[in-house]
């Protein structure tokens, strides 16, 4: 069997020759397997994977892509319906990163890998053990207990299953706490032997449940009886020519990598999809800072990571990968003894020892790095967590001053290990009302929405726009302290918005499905969907539809308010905390515009979770519509009319937009918001749902198209809408962002609720500003045409309003 990665010899041909072992089964498996020798009285011989990352450096795009490519056949044989409830369980120490890559692969599972690191204060919630390891103890320490607590499918990914004695134990530990009907085994190869095969059927039947294996490659290993023996004999044979050291000269050097706060380095305490969208957007950054500090001219270089810690410095690998012209690999440290054998046949050419350094459980101990010595690596990338950067990592023996024997050039990358926070006593004894609910407030059915706001809907809170504006621009009010008087719309006006929901429902069905499967993919299995008073709650809605029409889930979905410059109903996220775990929470909005609500959000969450210590709310925020490019889920960034924009209440549950107002809101309550049950006669709401939901079948392959299309983009935010805003701004004269609205639905919002002053409209622009140019011709407001614009429009509000500056009428005058 040949090989390339040892100068064309197969890697195992050394131990096959002198054990007599045999590797039989798929002709892929030499390209996957090496063998190698260990001192281990219950398994003498070692199966080396080349594409795993552990004891052989490899491309980090073939040790993810690997991974990645078995999370897409895990996903295909769940279905949408199975993978939506599915965990991925991946096991240390070896498959921590295979495990990830799996996940990532897969979609929308969260992921956990089981570790030998006990951590105080986090509860156990199981624990196995792993008959021919090194170090055989499991733990598995969720920061969430009800991680593993579903009956959805668990996915349990090894890098090899070979007697399924680790898989039997897993099982039979968590399926007495938690028993489900479905697990999938995901190993690079199935090596079991026919009796080992059926011994997992009569297991899988005995506790009725179905366990699938998925695997790169399947064979078997043949061993001779007397294989211990012999392998014993030779370890001692060669044992003696170990890791023969040479004299230190390499620099070591830190590079700070800016790792995101709050982000996990790892699935030990678990990494939810939202874990893996906030380490995507930061991956760039940080793999810039690591091609940075590499020394000029670097042709080869390593970077390794440290035990179970592999999936960071893998990821980080990958991007370094991407953009430096260097041949990049990736490997990682072990505590797992291998014989070194300086020969082609054998998988194992070189080791280096150290001493371990993360203080571990079961004491001290020796640690090693495989074939990085006599590699000739131009540097070195050591990734470790802040655990393990202790004085035993620095010094004489230690893993830096062995690496600096190999490599001129050794770098230093710190990653926080992620210690999850114990629960925060409550300082809150106030005990927070139920959200409200139609039909006593809004004319939504109840199951669609809650309402985490109090009914202001006896006070009287309305003022003429031009009263509102004024007072808002003096500096006299803030927007959030009364309501505009509520458009009522003409026969012409309701005209023009069936016709766009007519001409738009399709669109509007695509948008939702492709934001909602991206929802359920990268952020959580089972999001909590939280709507922004008002636009985002009838894309809430719709969302939770979607979910219904294409997984069978019924989502929780609630409102809340959000007011810029006073940022989120605090209130309303402590509710929220109480009741869900704020991981599982997705914020939605309609649309963007320049982008200020996400930067409220993002704001005002950071300085929650500092003042109460609650953590876990993402403040990426789903949008229907991102023309701005400030987001990175959203179902598209063309800026089209969505017709819940026409219209104010009476498209959106007949409730008003949301109240912040010093006399009315306390600190222990909501936000405010009415209901307008007087205009029930107009009301559209339900109509708007029904028409967009009636869509959902007919798109359903294009909202799977678009997914698949939008997985393989770079969605990075490029806050162009927030750069235009600014130069239109300059351009006209304004000087304030906030007074320049851009996108449909922020231009409507302008025409309904404030005082306009133009309204600028891109050349060319058709049936998807009918509405705007009959709003902007009844209260008498120029729209100019503009060549290069990258909205549809954009809506500017009077920058020197005074009453003076329109007519009595309310109709703009220029000035």
């Avoid at 011989?45 to 795009?61: A, D, E, I, T």
């Avoid at 995901?186 to 009796?195: K, N």
């Avoid at 906030?738 to 622009?765: C, S």
Wanted: overall charge negative.
């Amino acid at each position: 069997m040949k090989n390339a990665v040892n100068d064309g010899v197969w890697s195992g041909s050394w131990v096959a020759e002198r054990l007599g072992v045999e590797l039989e089964g798929d002709d892929g498996l030499p390209a996957l397997l090496g063998l190698a020798l260990r001192r281990n009285p219950k398994r003498a011989h070692l199966l080396v994977s080349h594409v795993l990352g552990k004891h052989v450096p490899q491309s980090p795009s073939v040790v993810y892509g690997h991974g990645f490519r078995l999370g897409r056949r895990v996903r295909a044989l769940l279905g949408d319906t199975g993978a939506a409830a599915a965990v991925v369980l991946g096991y240390a120490e070896t498959a921590t990163a295979l495990g990830h890559s799996v996940a990532d692969g897969f979609g929308p599972a969260p992921y956990l890998h089981s570790t030998r690191r006990p951590v105080p204060g986090v509860a156990r919630a199981g624990g196995f053990e792993e008959s021919h390891s090194h170090a055989t103890s499991h733990l598995l320490l969720p920061e969430d207990p009800a991680l593993l607590s579903g009956d959805g499918p668990l996915v349990l990914v090894d890098d090899e299953f070979s007697t399924g004695n680790t898989v039997l134990n897993t099982i039979r530990d968590l399926h007495a706490r938690h028993p489900r009907g479905r697990y999938v085994v995901v190993a690079l190869v199935d090596m079991r032997s026919a009796e080992d095969t059926a011994r997992l059927r009569r297991f899988a039947a005995g506790i009725g449940a179905r366990v699938d294996v998925v695997a790169v490659a399947s064979g078997t290993v043949r061993l001779p009886e007397d294989v211990l023996a012999r392998g014993r004999e030779l370890v001692a044979r060669h044992e003696s020519a170990q890791d023969v050291p040479g004299p230190p000269h390499g620099r070591v050097a830190r590079v700070d990598l800016r790792w995101p706060p709050g982000l996990p380095d790892g699935g030990r305490h678990g990494f939810t999809p939202a874990h893996r969208a906030r380490l995507e957007s930061a991956l760039p950054a940080m793999g810039a800072r690591l091609a940075e500090a590499l020394p000029a001219g670097a042709r080869r270089v390593l970077v390794l990571g440290c035990e179970e810690l592999m999936y960071a410095p893998l990821r980080l690998a990958r991007e370094l990968e991407q953009i430096v012209p260097a041949q990049v690999r990736f490997s990682t440290t072990t505590r797992s003894p291998v014989l070194a054998v300086d020969d082609p046949g054998y998988a194992i050419r070189t080791r280096l020892v150290f001493p371990a350094h993360d203080d571990p459980a079961d004491g001290p101990g020796d640690r090693y790095a495989y074939n990085v010595a006599g590699a000739a690596f131009d540097a070195v990338v050591a990734v470790v967590d802040s655990a393990a950067d202790t004085p035993a990592l620095h010094g004489p023996g230690g893993l830096l001053d062995r690496l600096a024997a190999h490599s001129p050039h050794v770098l230093l990358a710190v990653v926080p290990a992620h210690v999850p926070a114990p629960p925060a006593p409550s300082e809150r004894p106030v005990m927070l009302p139920d959200p409200l609910r139609g039909p006593a407030f809004s004319s939504y059915p109840p199951e669609e929405v809650g309402w985490l706001l109090q009914d202001l809907s006896d006070v009287a809170l309305e003022a003429p726009a031009e009263e509102r504006e004024e007072a808002v621009q003096s500096g006299g009010a803030h927007y959030a302290e009364s309501l505009p008087v509520e458009y009522q719309p003409s026969e012409q006006y309701q005209g023009l918005f069936r016709t766009a929901l007519d001409a738009s429902a399709a669109r509007l069905a695509r948008a939702v499905g492709v934001v909602t499967e991206t929802v359920v993919a990268e952020r959580s299995p089972r999001p909590v969907l939280v709507s922004l008073a008002r636009a985002g709650t009838p894309v809430g809605v719709l969302m939770r539809r979607w979910a219904r029409f294409r997984h069978g889930l019924e989502l929780p979905h609630y409102a809340v308010s959000i007011v810029r410059g006073r940022g989120i109903d605090a209130n309303a996220l402590r509710w929220l905390a109480a009741h869900h775990d704020p991981r599982d929470v997705v914020f939605v909005d309609g649309w963007t515009g320049k982008g200020a609500i996400t930067r409220e959000l993002t704001q005002a969450l950071a300085e929650f979770e500092e003042r109460e210590g609650v953590t876990g709310f993402d403040p990426e925020i789903a949008v229907l519509a991102d023309p701005g490019s400030c987001v990175r889920t959203y179902g598209t960034r063309e800026d089209f009319l969505i017709p819940s924009a026409c219209l104010n209440s009476t498209v959106s549950g007949l409730v008003s937009r949301t109240v912040l107002r010093a006399d009315l809101v306390g600190p222990d309550d909501y936000h405010g918001a009415k209901f307008y049950r007087e205009l029930a006669g107009a009301d559209v709401s339900v109509a708007f749902l029904d028409a967009v939901s009636a869509r959902f079948p007919e798109v359903t392959d294009t909202v799977d198209a678009a997914v698949e299309e939008l997985t393989a983009q770079d969605r990075t935010p490029t806050w162009a809408g927030w750069r235009a805003v600014e130069r239109i701004s300059e351009e006209y004269g304004i000087h304030d962002v906030n007074l320049v609205k851009p996108g449909v639905g922020e231009t409507t919002r302008v025409l309904l609720r404030r005082v306009p002053w133009k309204i600028l409209a891109r050349a060319g622009a058709g049936a998807d500003l009918d509405h705007v140019r009959l709003l902007a011709a009844q209260r008498g407001v120029p729209v100019e045409e503009v060549g290069e614009l990258p909205y549809t429009c954009v809506g500017l509000i009077h920058p020197r309003y005074t009453r003076g500056a329109t007519g009595a009428d309310g109709r703009a005058v220029n000035v």
